[in-house]
């Protein structure tokens, strides 16, 4: 279940405005530098982080964007579910519609494995564990 594009540019920008020093903010230009995202699409997506409050957005001199809440409690999928880039977990992997367990398709037992995994890697991690890699470009 690959990610989106939306979905890997939201973790992106997550990922460097967890990289900056705590009460730093990051004008939408910068940000949209340093992660290589086009300023439109970048702003799209940061408003929806804003109003899930993951992320704090000020306007003015000195403003931009700094995160909502420590990296430790944001996690992947904190994210994802606010740039709405979760899939739905009960359509058939074999394109029969929704998923019925009593009469399931080839794939569905390891489909179901992928999902799990998934839902593991999104709910289990944190940023505050990716902003220990040093950014490529700073």
Request: glycine share 10%.
């Given at each position: 279940?690959?990610?989106?594009?939306?979905a890997k540019y939201a973790l992106r920008a997550m990922a460097i405005l967890a990289s900056l020093p705590a009460g730093e903010a990051l004008p939408a230009k910068e940000l949209a530098?340093?992660?290589?995202?086009?300023?439109?699409?970048?702003?799209?997506?940061?408003?929806?982080?804003?109003?899930?409050?993951?992320?704090?957005?000020?306007?003015?001199?000195?403003?931009?964007?700094?995160?909502?809440?420590?990296?430790?409690?944001?996690?992947?999928?904190?994210?994802?579910?606010?740039?709405?880039?979760?899939?739905?977990?009960?359509?058939?992997?074999?394109?029969?519609?929704?998923?019925?367990?009593?009469?399931?398709?080839?794939?569905?037992?390891?489909?179901?494995?992928?999902?799990?995994?998934?839902?593991?890697?999104?709910?289990?991690?944190?940023?505050?564990?990716?902003?220990?890699?040093?950014?490529?470009?700073?």
């Open positions: 279940m690959p990610l989106n594009q939306t530098r340093r992660t290589g995202i086009p300023v439109h699409y970048l702003s799209k997506i940061m408003r929806r982080l804003v109003v899930s409050r993951l992320v704090a957005g000020r306007r003015g001199h000195g403003g931009g964007f700094s995160l909502g809440r420590p990296a430790r409690r944001i996690s992947f999928a904190d994210i994802l579910v606010a740039t709405d880039c979760v899939g739905e977990r009960d359509v058939c992997a074999f394109g029969w519609g929704k998923c019925n367990p009593a009469e399931h398709c080839p794939l569905h037992d390891t489909y179901r494995q992928l999902q799990a995994s998934v839902l593991q890697w999104m709910e289990g991690t944190t940023l505050a564990e990716v902003v220990r890699a040093p950014v490529p470009g700073e």
